[in-house]
């Protein structure tokens, strides 16, 4: 599975790979992996980054490894694991027998920096980390020495030594390394590599109370594994000079070189998982897999394909610049996936009762519908068809519109695969709201065409009297805003769409629709693509979570 179309040009990762293959650089292995922090779900972000990582090992004939990046014990759970597991998986992609932990590495990396401060290329600093972040400036200002940097190999190792043994408390000391306080790149600036963290571990239970960070862990671990090819996103960039850095400072022989590409930025959410965190532990959302929440757990109970993000990620493609993807490019991808597999079927948000008073009282007929209006090979259902049935409300106006080709009082419309009706009364309530149609029927036009050659610009879904209620969730973008978290001022929160979500329960659905299982997907003719609840629905109590609509209505309102 490659991340480009066949069709066009190779991006720059597929491009350094050839030409590492062509000069024979690591052997011409070509070994990558995914490597995620256990600290919370993964979001579309991450499924580009799977299709890169697992899609450019497989089109070169290579390996990638999926390893849990699990350094900080604070954040980090078995859940997390669980679901990062399932994700991947679930997307169409599998490590075989290459699941690993940062944490499989702690006695390697210990001793890797114990090396580092025996070769005097790494100090323990009993600065605060407060003190630290003085000390090494920024770009405009110059770092200094720390007072510690002199300490002796004797007094580094006894020191790194006794916080290993749980003797300081958070905090007392860390390890750096020591490299140039004078570099222009602040990154270089003795950078700490271990810390005190006295927290119990997801894996190693109270084995440590030192953990390396990500910097230290991240290359080291690429190193033990074999990785050739360590791709990242550009926030790394500037971050790869102390990956080389350490990396040469400890590894001989062949080594892995990190690659940076853009990460994704899309429209209406926010790509961060301590803001995801936030609206979940704050209850902005019912959970990580809330539909409304670009989670790959949200999307796949929202009922997005693994085809369908794997598509997305080919459509945006692979550079190293930055840039803002439309959400209409997602929503695209599931439309296309979703219009060539989703069987269709008939439901009702807002049920308006018609009866048809030419139409036999008692009975009914099966009317044979196709599932696919191009596709034969997914056969068709029967749809029961009776006296008593029920429109979309929006669908009859008693004074229409200019423009407006539904049902109105005298107009005759078709319904799907049925009859041409035609309304004759309206029956209203006491207060003058509309409650029925009385309408009739022209059984020479069943199946949906007249043998008069008459022609009616309009064609209605419908669902037969005895349909079934379904509850029916109305998903939009979470977000208001295109940059919900651009604006520094304003909590990005502040931005949430109050219409994200819309709960109709009592929309009506054809008999069939009854019996869905969780994950289900289909068309709703005329209302968009939808999906039976995987949490929440089962046979005979369905609920249905709307994917996306038919169109790109956002844009329209939005004009509006």
């Given at each position: 599975?490659?991340?480009?179309?066949?069709?066009?040009g190779?991006?720059?990762l597929?491009e350094?790979?050839?030409?590492?293959?062509?000069?024979?650089?690591?052997?011409?292995?070509?070994?990558t992996?995914f490597?995620?922090?256990?600290?919370?779900?993964?979001?579309?972000?991450?499924?580009?980054?799977?299709?890169?990582?697992?899609?450019?090992?497989?089109?070169?004939?290579?390996k990638?490894?999926?390893?849990?990046?699990?350094?900080?014990?604070?954040?980090?759970?078995?859940?997390?694991?669980?679901?990062?597991?399932?994700?991947?998986?679930?997307?169409?992609?599998?490590?075989?027998?290459?699941?690993?932990f940062?944490?499989?590495?702690?006695?390697?990396?210990?001793?890797?920096?114990?090396?580092?401060?025996?070769?005097?290329?790494?100090?323990?600093?009993?600065?605060?980390?407060?003190?630290?972040?003085?000390?090494?400036?920024?770009?405009?200002?110059?770092g200094?020495?720390?007072?510690?940097?002199?300490?002796?190999?004797?007094?580094?190792?006894?020191?790194?030594?006794?916080?290993?043994?749980?003797e300081?408390?958070?905090?007392?000391?860390?390890?750096?390394?020591k490299?140039?306080?004078?570099?222009?790149?602040?990154?270089?600036?003795?950078?700490?590599?271990?810390?005190?963290?006295?927290a119990?571990?997801?894996?190693?239970?109270?084995?440590?109370?030192?953990y390396?960070?990500?910097?230290?862990?991240?290359?080291?671990?690429?190193?033990?594994?074999?990785?050739?090819h360590s791709?990242?996103?550009?926030?790394?960039?500037?971050?790869?000079?102390?990956?080389?850095?350490?990396?040469d400072?400890?590894?001989?022989g062949?080594?892995?070189?990190?690659?940076?590409?853009?990460?994704?930025?899309?429209?209406?959410?926010?790509?961060s998982?301590?803001?995801?965190?936030?609206?979940?532990?704050?209850?902005?959302?019912?959970?990580?897999?809330?539909?409304?929440?670009?989670?790959?757990?949200?999307l796949?109970?929202?009922?997005?394909?693994?085809?369908?993000?794997?598509?997305?990620?080919?459509?945006?493609?692979?550079?190293?610049?930055?840039?803002?993807?439309?959400?209409?490019v997602?929503?695209?991808?599931?439309?296309?996936?979703?219009?060539?597999?989703?069987?269709?079927?008939?439901?009702?948000?807002?049920?308006?009762?018609?009866?048809?008073?030419?139409?036999?009282?008692?009975?009914?007929?099966?009317?044979?519908?196709?599932?696919?209006?191009?596709?034969?090979e997914?056969?068709?259902?029967?749809?029961?068809?009776m006296?008593e049935?029920?429109?979309?409300?929006?669908?009859?106006?008693?004074?229409?519109?200019?423009?407006?080709?539904?049902?109105a009082?005298?107009?005759?419309?078709?319904?799907?695969?049925?009859?041409?009706i035609?309304?004759?009364?309206?029956?209203?309530?006491?207060?003058?709201?509309?409650?029925?149609?009385?309408?009739?029927?022209?059984?020479?036009?069943?199946?949906?065409?007249?043998?008069?050659?008459?022609?009616?610009?309009?064609?209605?879904?419908?669902?037969?009297?005895?349909?079934?209620?379904?509850?029916?969730?109305?998903?939009?973008?979470?977000?208001?805003?295109?940059?919900?978290?651009?604006?520094?001022?304003?909590?990005?929160?502040?931005?949430?769409?109050?219409?994200?979500?819309?709960?109709?329960?009592?929309?009506?659905?054809?008999?069939?629709?009854?019996?869905?299982?969780?994950?289900?997907?289909?068309?709703?003719?005329?209302?968009?693509?939808?999906?039976?609840?995987?949490?929440?629905?089962?046979?005979?109590?369905?609920?249905?979570?709307?994917t996306?609509?038919?169109?790109?209505?956002?844009?329209?309102?939005?004009?509006?």
């Open positions: 599975m490659t991340t480009t179309n066949e069709t066009q190779l991006n720059f597929q350094v790979i050839e030409e590492d293959q062509r000069t024979g650089k690591h052997g011409g292995r070509v070994h992996r490597p995620p922090e256990p600290n919370g779900y993964l979001h579309i972000g991450h499924a580009k980054a799977i299709v890169v990582n697992f899609g450019l090992a497989g089109q070169y004939g290579g990638c490894n999926l390893r849990l990046d699990d350094t900080n014990p604070l954040t980090e759970d078995t859940d997390y694991v669980e679901s990062i597991q399932r994700d991947v998986r679930w997307l169409g992609f599998d490590w075989d027998d290459r699941r690993f940062a944490s499989d590495y702690f006695d390697r990396l210990y001793a890797f920096a114990e090396q580092l401060i025996t070769e005097g290329k790494a100090y323990v600093c009993s600065l605060s980390a407060e003190e630290i972040s003085q000390y090494r400036g920024d770009f405009t200002t110059p200094r020495d720390s007072p510690y940097r002199t300490r002796t190999v004797e007094e580094n190792l006894d020191l790194f030594r006794r916080m290993k043994a749980g300081f408390p958070d905090g007392k000391h860390t390890l750096r390394a490299i140039d306080m004078t570099s222009p790149n602040p990154v270089l600036r003795d950078p700490p590599i271990y810390r005190i963290r006295k119990h571990h997801h894996r190693t239970g109270d084995k440590w109370c030192i390396p960070l990500y910097d230290f862990a991240h290359c080291l671990s690429d190193a033990i594994e074999g990785i050739t791709v990242c996103t550009l926030e790394f960039e500037n971050r790869r000079v102390l990956y080389d850095w350490i990396v400072a400890l590894i001989k062949d080594r892995p070189y990190q690659y940076e590409f853009a990460r994704l930025n899309l429209t209406y959410t926010v790509m998982k301590r803001k995801l965190l936030q609206l979940v532990t704050e209850k902005r959302v019912s959970g990580w897999d809330d539909p409304r929440m670009l989670t790959i757990s949200g796949r109970r929202r009922g997005y394909t693994p085809a369908s993000l794997r598509d997305f990620a080919r459509r945006i493609g692979v550079s190293k610049s930055d840039s803002l993807i439309d959400m209409g997602l929503e695209l991808s599931i439309r296309d996936d979703l219009n060539e597999t989703a069987p269709r079927a008939m439901a009702v948000l807002r049920p308006l009762k018609v009866v048809v008073e030419n139409y036999p009282e008692g009975q009914t007929e099966e009317l044979e519908v196709a599932n696919h209006p191009k596709k034969a997914l056969g068709s259902r029967k749809v029961p068809f006296r049935l029920y429109i979309e409300a929006d669908d009859f106006q008693e004074v229409p519109e200019k423009g407006f080709f539904r049902l009082p005298g107009k005759e419309v078709r319904l799907r695969s049925a009859y041409f035609k309304c004759e009364q309206v029956i209203k309530d006491a207060a003058g709201h509309i409650t029925e149609l009385r309408c009739t029927y022209d059984p020479a036009t069943r199946g949906g065409d007249s043998p008069d050659g008459r022609k009616v610009k309009g064609t209605l879904h419908w669902v037969p009297g005895n349909a079934p209620t379904a509850q029916v969730r109305l998903y939009d973008r979470l977000f208001s805003v295109e940059q919900p978290d651009r604006d520094k001022e304003k909590d990005f929160k502040e931005f949430l769409n109050p219409n994200s979500l819309e709960v109709v329960t009592d929309a009506r659905v054809e008999p069939a629709l009854a019996q869905a299982n969780p994950g289900d997907r289909f068309q709703f003719e005329r209302l968009g693509y939808f999906c039976a609840d995987a949490n929440d629905s089962k046979p005979g109590v369905p609920v249905f979570n709307r996306v609509t038919l169109k790109d209505s956002w844009v329209k309102e939005q004009k509006k």
